[in-house]
T-cell receptor, first 114, second 114 residues
Framework: ETGVTQTPRHLVMGMTNKKSLKCEQHLGHNAMYWYKQSAKKPLELMFVYNFKEQTENNSVPSRFSPECPNSSHLFLHLHTLQPEDSALYLC?????????????FGPGTRLTVT | SQQGEEDPQALSIQEGENATMNCSYK?????LQWYRQNSGRGLVHLILIRSNEREKHSGRLRVTLDTSKKSSSLLITASRAADTASYFC??????????????FGKGTKLTVNP
């Protein structure tokens, strides 16, 4: 978890709210990721960014909107979410995209949609 | 599929005993990685073993990789209560589309009883 921070750590939002998750990495990495972790499911890759450019979107619904203003910061904008979107959202970074190097994860944001 | 499957799904042992977790996968890989996750937190990278390596050590951790059997094992020796966590294997390889991806398994939940 060291080197990758996420805020907020916990978030409760209604289905009509708009909120944003923030991730920051202090490791000088070029690649950043958003993952979703739901109970009893494998970690699901949502988005991949390399040098601020989105390189992967794994068929994520448009109610999740990522933003990467620079290679150190990553946001996930949320709007009109569904209860099934409740999960732990994890941000990660690595020197380059893909799996050649290990990924460094933040502590996650526990999201509850009511 | 590239996704690794851990076995067992859950493991409960006494402090001081060794814990062995296994990971099997179906496609060719470039490397295999093991991660630990404490309850509700981010994942922490443990060991990366490349496809041309057979064994790696890090402190009380020993990872083996058998590419002919498409399997890996993680051994934790002299376990401690603090080792209680979920352990995930992740395989890195090329997808059908040509991009490289890191795909996580569902994990093994390890409980070390004092």
């Amino acid at each position: 978890e060291t080197g990758v921070t996420q805020t907020p750590r916990h978030l409760v939002m209604g289905m009509t709210n708009k909120k944003s998750l923030k991730c920051e990495q202090h490791l000088g990495h070029n690649a950043m990721y958003w993952y979703k972790q739901s109970a009893k499911k494998p970690l699901e890759l949502m988005f991949v960014y390399n040098f601020k450019e989105q390189t992967e979107n794994n068929s994520v619904p448009s109610r999740f909107s990522p933003e990467c203003p620079n290679s150190s910061h990553l946001f996930l904008h949320l709007h009109t979410l569904q209860p099934e979107d409740s999960a732990l959202y994890l941000c990660a970074s690595s020197p380059t995209p893909g799996g050649y190097y290990e990924q460094y994860f933040g502590p996650g944001t526990r999201l509850t949609v009511t | 599929s590239q996704q690794g499957e851990e076995d067992p799904q859950a493991l409960s042992i006494q402090e001081g005993e060794n814990a062995t977790m296994n990971c099997s996968y179906k496609t060719s890989i470039n490397n295999l990685q093991w991660y630990r996750q404490n309850s509700g937190r981010g994942l922490v990278h443990l060991i990366l073993i490349r496809s041309n390596e057979r064994e790696k050590h890090s402190g009380r951790l020993r990872v083996t990789l058998d590419t002919s059997k498409k399997s890996s094992s993680l051994l934790i020796t002299a376990s401690r209560a603090a080792d209680t966590a979920s352990y995930f294997c992740a395989t890195a390889g090329r997808t059908q589309g040509g991009s490289e991806k890191l795909v996580f398994g569902k994990g093994t939940k390890l409980t070390v009883n004092p």
